[in-house]
């Protein structure tokens, strides 16, 4: 049972768009939900990480967006670029346990 | 700069072989992870280690076991390798508290079982 689903599978968005990625959980219990960055060849970094007592973090292009009534959470890449090309994971987890990572989202940023 | 180390990027090995991937890190962490990674899937937690000679079985550990003799170093091992094993395998560590602290990944080693 998947305890993040993650969506778009693949997401393909011109130079200068903005890349959305969506997750989603069911266990209340969660209060950490990281965004992990994965180019080809490489293992997942850390991009960027929020916790539910604020509904939006934001590191320079990058913003994490958490609802935490309708139980989601969102990745916006403002100004997308060729670079930002890469495999993104969302994750959650609940206080010091293991992370439960998404099904991942190949993005595509088109010059 | 933390560096996790895993000693193949490519392994082919037999149905049935004893396959034993190796992760070494060098920041010193207490937190040691192997997942594997599907297409479709994500990744997947196999075993995590919180100490030296303590594991931990993670969502996937069947078919699997690890090592840890030393701090730095973190082994999988497959004892009777399988078709369905065929994966991409990572490593990671973590320093801090808790385990959902940073997590610092190797490049993977890609596996095939034939």
């Known amino acids: 049972q998947q305890q993040v689903k993650q969506s778009p599978q693949s997401l393909i968005v011109q130079k200068g768009g903005i890349s959305i990625i969506n997750c989603a959980y069911e266990n209340t219990a969660f209060d950490y939900f990281p965004w992990y960055q994965q180019f080809p060849g490489k293992g997942p970094a850390l991009l960027i990480a929020i916790r539910p007592d604020v509904s939006e973090k934001k590191e320079g292009r990058f913003t994490i967006s958490f609802n935490k009534s309708a139980k989601q959470f969102s990745l916006h890449i403002m100004d997308s670029q060729p670079g930002d090309s890469a495999t993104y994971f969302c994750?959650?987890?609940?206080?010091?346990?293991?992370?439960?990572f998404g099904t991942g989202t190949r993005l595509t940023v088109i010059p | 700069d933390v560096k996790v180390t895993q000693s193949s990027r490519y392994l082919v090995k037999r149905t049935g072989e004893k396959v034993f991937l190796e992760c070494v890190q060098d920041?010193?962490?207490?937190?040691m992870f192997w997942y594997r990674q599907d297409p479709g899937l994500g990744l997947r937690l196999i075993y995590f280690s919180y100490d030296v000679k303590m594991k931990e079985k993670g969502d996937i550990p069947e078919g699997y076991s690890v090592s840890r003799e030393k701090k730095e170093r973190f082994s999988l091992i497959l004892e009777s390798a399988s078709t369905n094993q065929t994966s991409m395998y990572l490593c990671?560590?973590?320093?801090?508290?808790?385990?959902?602290?940073?997590?610092?990944f190797g490049s993977g080693t890609q596996l095939s079982v034939l």
């Open positions: 920041m010193d962490h207490e937190n």
């Open positions: 990671a560590s973590s320093g801090g508290t808790g385990p959902n602290e940073k997590l610092f």
């Open positions: 994750a959650a987890s609940k206080g010091a346990n293991n992370l439960f």
